[in-house]
Structure formats: structure tokens, C-alpha cells
């Protein structure tokens, strides 16, 4: 955090500090296209994404900040708006790049492009910011593992413009990776001048300072209150941002940053809730995008008996009452994964699963199994995301009364949720709302149905999935094994149900006053395209 | 004589403290969740977990934590909080001037309204007046804070657009005085910068009128019940008897006698609403020291939880102390001693 004085701020904008202590100026001032107003329910807690315990909401300022060697382009969204591109990788910091012919070896060339100190990027900050995402440990280390990347020594600055990554074995994965906010370009000679013997990759100077080639950088940071962004000028990855100054102000209260935003002092509230986001729809422009390889799911864990009974799994499949579900917890806002597929292509994902609510099936299903009087389980959910997961728990229990089984309903505080669901892997019948950042099946199913894996909440194994996985997550997608191998995935995961899809869910962001916002994997806010309106 | 009775009081509140402190350490550490799994991210696996749970040192055994966390506080580092990633001391000398500016704002407001509405209602008993005291009260106290706040912001930002938007305690086109006291109006004031000083003020408005509806009740209540007992004491009696203007009277010889359980209802309020005034704070974006608790408290952040608890008991300490020697102030029958 750069140490801003009264004076200093002033002198930020000649034309800002003559308007400055006339608060009814405000709204036309922000409105004339110099400042932008966000506002969210978050803290940002570090601006250090590689530092232990920064938050999902600072990632944001990785993206706004600092330069990756690649990006996606971008492509219309159903949900409107613009959403990233998964099958576009586009230049950012590199001019261009290649693959050698075995695919090990990527080379970048770094186009012309100064951090905001004014020196110029080179290789050798490309390789100590690689060297320095996979060291800290934590889940960059773990993100940047799923490219391929684990060593400093596979990073190789060549000269000034040309960086060389070597890889351990071909991965169409490597290269969208790069496009994840993890791998950003720090200014690496500023860093060392901060660096201590304790702390060699200077995380307690980059905690509090943004020193890349990035689009903006945070002028003013108020952990709990606010964080101010100001544009570089200079950025060369990209076209230069409309606002010059970007306010995000951390607003806890979901009905008061309704309010904001509804009377135009603010012009962007991020991700509001899906009630809102119905009825704010006809009054602004409203995103509800499906968040890519993201789907919301009930587990039913191999660990509780009666759920290693496939008909139980299918019986609790068919008396889902999926449409009640998405009316009630996401106000229609997503998109719906029950029924038949008839549109997506065979090997979309998340796609429809084949099952609707069907209490004759259900019950059918029921007394086929070894379990024809039902039983009793409890259905765990997180006190930190009951706005969806209570009116999904409440109507399967209601559901689930009806053929015979028995739930109750077990509330699971915020911290614990993570280490119940996922570590411990403990909760008999539960939700799970897993997306992943690389938008290929392939990858969900890595995390998500591999025996052991942090988001394979159910205990699922199954050995023909494990060499499936196995054998396509790093072929590409126009390998002939490819769509045979994901299909077949499709179908056991189906047939099997260790994890039930309810619906893939969206991220509502509202605007008033901007406009050309755009939807990314990872689920921050991207201020660079954003336009007044 | 008194500053070294002040002293023996200070020296009381030691084992306090070292009581909170331990207290406060098994606590948090009896909290559900895991701080580690908490903060290795969303797709952390079993290594980088152990990895962040070794960074917080919450691999050692409890003991030689707890002797780590009183040795770091004897040399005044209180920890850093993992949810906002600053050092504790430093979010809590940001947070709890903003929260004490409030209450005390508020709590202002509310005694201007409900002393003089209780000496009202206690010298009518029975009278509309009574009446009109006991519906304010009741309604002050039945509506819960976050609803009055979400109705002010409705019909004073929303609808008729006289209130500033409630987004924390200076609109963003203010510059932060320079910290001196924490306090925005103070620091605003002492730096001279009066636009500033206005920016605060109105900021402050709707959250501390919200705060005041609610600590109005027990304000008015017990000063209505203090004043209509020293009415009907012997020395009002007297007092009537003697002919004595009536101003005199309720003002001079009744309220000053009357005064003592007020103020202690008032430390007692003031307790109250400082960690009470959560929903206050979420709702007017207030960067306060409850929201920051609660917020601490969901994500297992020990370090700011035991800073936040070991805070509030220096301050309770600190305001019993004032009470008391407020005490001796109002009613010089009582010595400090005596207390």
C-alpha cells in the first residue's frame, strides 16, 4: 500500500480535486467517466496472491494489476454480457509463442512492456515470479501443479524477450494454466531490494504493494473498507482502461448495496445474490452468467451403507424435485442440468443428466434395493452458503419423506464445513458446489470423482474412471481418444451418481451507469474492460 | 490520595486480564474449524494444508502455543488476523475508534432524548406524557437494530435522497483525516478540515439515530423509575414543604439523586451496544470491532479473536473505573474508597 497524503491524492486528478469536498458532486462526477464505484461483500484481505491466507476476493487484484504471459479471448454469453473464451488463448505479456513437436518445450517471446516503476520486463522477472508460484506452497503451488509446473528448475529465462518453460510430459493443460491469475509477472528487482533472509520472496513487501506491468495498481488499501485502483497509463498488454480510478468498497450488507446501486452511486455491485438479480433485471443490466465447469450437487458419500446400494442412489436421483429446487434457491438463474440433453454437444460439460423427479421410479428404485423401508440420514449443510443450500436441503427432505426416507437436517458452522466436507470427507448426504478453473470435463473429474481428491466429497473410487482420467487429462481435446474417453466418463459418473447435479449455478453482477462487463473463470471482477455506459 | 486509588484499581484489574487471556486462548482453540484447511484456499490438498498449518505454528502442542502467544503480547504483538491480513493492533486501533465514535455518538443522542422524556414521564405520572414516554420505548426496543437501519436507509437514502449513501464512515470522495485519535470528527476538527468534519458528521447521522432508537428503552425507563423513587423521598418532601422553586427541586435536589443508577445503566448500555452493534455495523458498511469479531469468529482467526476479547476487557476495565469515579463526582457521599 502505497502511503498516500492528503496532498498527494489531490495532485491524482487536477480535475478531481477541485470537486473533492462537494459531496452532492459525487454522482455526476463518478458518472462522467473518470471514477468508477464497485461495490461487493468481501474483504480483500492480502494483495499477494501467493502469500498463506489470501482470500478468494484478492485475486482480483492479481488479474487488475499484474500481467500473465496468456489470456483467453472472449465470446457472448447466454447469461449476457461477454464470458471468457476456454478454446482462445491470447497473447498478454508474450508477443507470441511455440510448442516444440513433443510438446515439452514452450517457448514466450515478452513484447515491449515497463512495470509501473518505469523498468522494463524481462525474462528473468518472468522466470523469479514462475520460481516464486511454485515455491510459497499453498494452493498456488497446487494450481500451478495441475499445468504442470512444480519446479524452479523447469523455468529458464533465454535472454531478456524469451522465456522457455519444460515441461515433464505434454499437457494441453500447461498453456491455459499460464491464463489462471496465479502465474503473474512480478517487477523481480524491486521485490529482491525488499526481500529479507527470512522472507526471500518478499511476501511481507508484496502484501502491501503492487509492483507488475498490470493495468492498474492499488493507489489505496483499507482492509474492510475499501481498495482504490489507478490506471496505469502505460500498460502495453492491452488496451488501456476507460476509468482512471476504481473504487471497490467492501459493503457487507446485501440490502444495502441494493440501495447503492439502485440510485447510481454505484456502478457495479459483484456477485448479488440470485434474488436480487431477478428483480433488479428489469430496472439494469443484470449478468447471470453459468459459472463455467461448475455445478451445484448433492453427495450421496460410498462411506454411509445404504448409499452403496446403486438403487438407493437412483431412487434418491428420481425424487429430487429439481425444478422446485432451482425456482426456490436460484431464482431461475443458471442454467438446469436435469432431463434430457438435446442441445449441448455430446461432450459438454456440465450437461443434463437424464433424470427428472419421479416418485413412482423413485420408490420402484427404492423397493429394488436392500433398503425397500427406507432409513434414516442426516443431510449436512453449511451455515455459510444457506441461501441455497437450505431451500435445496428443505425440499429433498420433503421429497425424500415421501418414498420412505428420513432426513434431518444437520447445519454445519462456516469453518468447519471445508475440513467436514472435503478434508475428513465425513458428511453422509450433503452439497457440494465444486467448479473448476480449466474448463475441460476431463479436469472436473480429476477433482471431483477421483478417489481421494479434495472436491471428491462422496469416497467415490471406481478403477475405470481412475485410468480414464488418467489417460485424458492431458491429451487434447482433437486427440481421436479424447470424446470417447470423456463419454465414457459422462456414463459411468451417470449411472453411478456418487455426486447428483442439481443445477450449474450463475454469478449475478449488476450494472448502472458501465457497461462491457465480462464474465472470467475465476469468478472476480476484471476492471479493465469495463466502460462507462 | 485519589491517583493512588486509581492505582490499586489498576492493579486489580491484572488478574482480569490474565484470566481473559487464558480464557479467551482455550476458547478459540475449542472453536470448530480448522484455521489451516481454512486458509490453504480453495484447492489445497493434504501437503499444502500441513504447509499453512505449520506457517501458523498451529502444528506445536497447545501449551508451547499458549507460551508463544503471551510472550508475543508481552512484547506487544498481538498476532497478525488472517481474514484481513494486518497485524490485530493495528485493525483494532482502525476499528474500534469508528465503533466507539458511534456508540458514543449515539449513546449522546439517546441520553439527550431519553433523560428528559424519563423526568418527564416520572414527574406526570400516569399523564399523556407517561404514555407517550412508554410507546417510544417500547417501539425503540421491539423494532431490532438491522430493521430500523435497512427502513432509515429506505426512506432517507432511497426514496428522498437527504441521507448520504451509507457506505462506512466517509464517502469516498473524502480523504481520511490524518489519525490522530481515530475519531473522524476529532481528527477532523484538530486538522481544521471542516468538509471533512462535515463528511463524518453526515455519515454518522442515520447509523447512530438507528443506534439510539434502540438504547433508548432502558435509558428512560430506569431514569423515569430512579426519578419517581427520589420524588417521593423524604427531601423532596421537605424540599416541597420549604417552598423551593419546582425547577430547583427536579432538576437541583430529585435528577441529581437520581443520576446514579442512570449511570450505571448507561456503562452497562454502552457494553451492550458496542458489541451489540453488529447488524448496525453490516448494514451502514460501519468498519467496526463487531463485525470485525464476527467475521473473525466464522473464520477460526484466532489471533483476532483473542485480540478483539482481550481488547474489550481493557476497555471494560477502563470504564468501570470511569463509572466509579463518576460515582464520587455525582454523589459526594460516596467515596472511592468505599466503592
Given at each position: 500500500m502505497t502511503d498516500v497524503s492528503r496532498r498527494h491524492f489531490l495532485q491524482l486528478g487536477a480535475a478531481t480535486a477541485s470537486a473533492l469536498p462537494f459531496l452532492r458532486a459525487l454522482p455526476a462526477h463518478a458518472q462522467s467517466g473518470d471514477v468508477l464505484v464497485a461495490v461487493n461483500g468481501q474483504t480483500i484481505n492480502s494483495l499477494d496472491l501467493h502469500r498463506t491466507g489470501t482470500n478468494r476476493p484478492s485475486y482480483q487484484v492479481a488479474i487488475n494489476c499484474y500481467d500473465r504471459l496468456v489470456s483467453f479471448g472472449t465470446k457472448p454469453s447466454m447469461g449476457g454480457g461477454l464470458e471468457f473464451d476456454y478454446s482462445k488463448v491470447e497473447p498478454e505479456l508474450a508477443e507470441s509463442w511455440t510448442v516444440s513437436d513433443d510438446g515439452l518445450i514452450l517457448t514466450f517471446t515478452l513484447r515491449d512492456a515497463t512495470f509501473q516503476d518505469g523498468s522494463p520486463v524481462t525474462a528473468a522477472d518472468v522466470k523469479w515470479s514462475f520460481d516464486r508460484a511454485v515455491s510459497l506452497g499453498g494452493f498456488p503451488a497446487v494450481q500451478m501443479k495441475a499445468g504442470g509446473f512444480t519446479r524452479p528448475d523447469q523455468f529458464a529465462a533465454l535472454d531478456d524477450k524469451t522465456f522457455q518453460i519444460t515441461l515433464d510430459a505434454p499437457s494441453k493443460l500447461a498453456i491455459p494454466d499460464l491464463?489462471?491469475?496465479?502465474?503473474f509477472v512480478i517487477n523481480s528487482k524491486l521485490a529482491m531490494a525488499n526481500a529479507t533472509d527470512d522472507d526471500p520472496w518478499a511476501t511481507e513487501y508484496l502484501h502491501l504493494n503492487t509492483i507488475g506491468s498490470g493495468a492498474f495498481k492499488v493507489a489505496r488499501w483499507v482492509p474492510g473498507e475499501q481498495l482504490i485502483y489507478e490506471r496505469n497509463n502505460d500498460w502495453a498488454s492491452g488496451p488501456v482502461p476507460a476509468y482512471k480510478r476504481v473504487v471497490i468498497r467492501e459493503v457487507p450488507s446485501a440490502a444495502t448495496r441494493r440501495a447503492v446501486i439502485e440510485r447510481g452511486d454505484a456502478q457495479i455491485s459483484f456477485n448479488i445474490p440470485s434474488k436480487d438479480a431477478l428483480e433488479m433485471s428489469d430496472k439494469m443490466e443484470v449478468n447471470s452468467t453459468p459459472i463455467a465447469n461448475c455445478i451445484n450437487c448433492v453427495g450421496l458419500n460410498t462411506k454411509f451403507e445404504p448409499f452403496q446400494d446403486s438403487d438407493v442412489r437412483k431412487a434418491v436421483a428420481y425424487a429430487i424435485p429439481y425444478e422446485a429446487i432451482f425456482q426456490a434457491a436460484a431464482f431461475g438463474r443458471g442454467a438446469p442440468l436435469w432431463g434430457e440433453e438435446t442441445e449441448r454437444s455430446e461432450i459438454a460439460w456440465p450437461r443434463r443428466t437424464g433424470y427428472v423427479e419421479d416418485l413412482d421410479l423413485a420408490r420402484a428404485h427404492l423397493a429394488k434395493s436392500g433398503y425397500p423401508d427406507g432409513f434414516e440420514v442426516p443431510f449436512s449443510i453449511s451455515l455459510n452458503q444457506l441461501d441455497w443450500m437450505e431451500p435445496t436441503a428443505l425440499l429433498i427432505q420433503e421429497n425424500l419423506a415421501k418414498i420412505g426416507i428420513t432426513v434431518t437436517i444437520d447445519k454445519i458452522p462456516g469453518a468447519d464445513w471445508r475440513t467436514a466436507?472435503?478434508?475428513?470427507?465425513?458428511?453422509?448426504f450433503h452439497l457440494e458446489g465444486f467448479g473448476g478453473w480449466l474448463d475441460t470435463p476431463d479436469y472436473y473429474f480429476f477433482w471431483a470423482y477421483k478417489d481421494g481428491h479434495l472436491f471428491n466429497s462422496s469416497n467415490y473410487r471406481n478403477d475405470e474412471i481412475e485410468t480414464l482420467v488418467d489417460n485424458t487429462l492431458h491429451i487434447p481435446v482433437d486427440d481421436p481418444a479424447y470424446a470417447p474417453n470423456v463419454k465414457r466418463m459422462f456414463e459411468i459418473a451417470l449411472d453411478e451418481l456418487p455426486r447428483i447435479p442439481l443445477w450449474q449455478p450463475a454469478l449475478n453482477v449488476a450494472l448502472n451507469g458501465a457497461s462491457d462487463y465480462e464474465f472470467w473463470f475465476h469468478r472476480q471482477l476484471d476492471v479493465r474492460p469495463i466502460k462507462p455506459a | 490520595m485519589r491517583a493512588r486509588l486509581v492505582g490499586a484499581r489498576l492493579l486489580q484489574a491484572i488478574p482480569v486480564v490474565i484470566g481473559v487471556v487464558v480464557i479467551t486462548f482455550v476458547l478459540t482453540r475449542a472453536l470448530p474449524g480448522d484455521p489451516a484447511v481454512y486458509f490453504a484456499g480453495d484447492a489445497a490438498d493434504e501437503a499444502s494444508i500441513q504447509q499453512v498449518r505449520e506457517q501458523l505454528g498451529l502444528d506445536a502442542p497447545l501449551p508451547q502455543q499458549f507460551i508463544r502467544y503471551v510472550g508475543d503480547l508481552l512484547r506487544g504483538d498481538w498476532g497478525n488476523s488472517l481474514s484481513t491480513g494486518q497485524p490485530v493492533l493495528s485493525d483494532l486501533a482502525r476499528r474500534l475508534p469508528a465503533s466507539l465514535e458511534l456508540t458514543l455518538i449515539a449513546l449522546l443522542l439517546s441520553c439527550a432524548i431519553a433523560i428528559p422524556l424519563g423526568v418527564m414521564a416520572a414527574t406526570r405520572p400516569g399523564s399523556w406524557r407517561d404514555h407517550l414516554c412508554r410507546v417510544l420505548v417500547t417501539a425503540g426496543v421491539s423494532l431490532p437494530t438491522f430493521f430500523t437501519g435497512i427502513l432509515l436507509i429506505y426512506v432517507f437514502?432511497?426514496?428522498?435522497?437527504?441521507?448520504?449513501?451509507?457506505?462506512?464512515?466517509?464517502?469516498?470522495?473524502y480523504i481520511e483525516p490524518a489519525p490522530v485519535t481515530g475519531f473522524y470528527l476529532i481528527d477532523s476538527a484538530l486538522a481544521g478540515d471542516w468538509d471533512t468534519f462535515g463528511g463524518a458528521a453526515r455519515q454518522l447521522v442515520l447509523p447512530a439515530i438507528t443506534m439510539a432508537i434502540f438504547t433508548l428503552a432502558p435509558i428512560a425507563r430506569m431514569t423515569r423509575a430512579a426519578m419517581l423513587q427520589a420524588l417521593s423521598s423524604d427531601f423532596i418532601r421537605t424540599a416541597r414543604a420549604a417552598g423551593l422553586p419546582r425547577g430547583r427541586i427536579v432538576y437541583g435536589y430529585a435528577l441529581r439523586n437520581a443520576l446514579l443508577p442512570v449511570v450505571t445503566t448507561l456503562g452497562m448500555v454502552f457494553s451492550f451496544a458496542l458489541g451489540a452493534n453488529v447488524l448496525v455495523e453490516k448494514v451502514f458498511a460501519w468498519p467496526g470491532i463487531g463485525s470485525y469479531a464476527v467475521d473473525a469468529l466464522v473464520a477460526s482467526d484466532y489471533a483476532a479473536v483473542q485480540g478483539f476479547v482481550l481488547a474489550m476487557a481493557l476497555l471494560f476495565v477502563t470504564l468501570n473505573l470511569i463509572i466509579d469515579l463518576l460515582y464520587a463526582v455525582i454523589d459526594p457521599r460516596i467515596g472511592f474508597d468505599a466503592t
Open positions: 491464463a489462471v491469475p496465479i502465474p466436507s472435503l478434508v475428513e470427507k465425513r458428511l453422509a | 437514502y432511497y426514496l428522498l435522497d437527504i441521507a448520504p449513501s451509507p457506505l462506512g464512515r466517509l464517502d469516498f470522495l
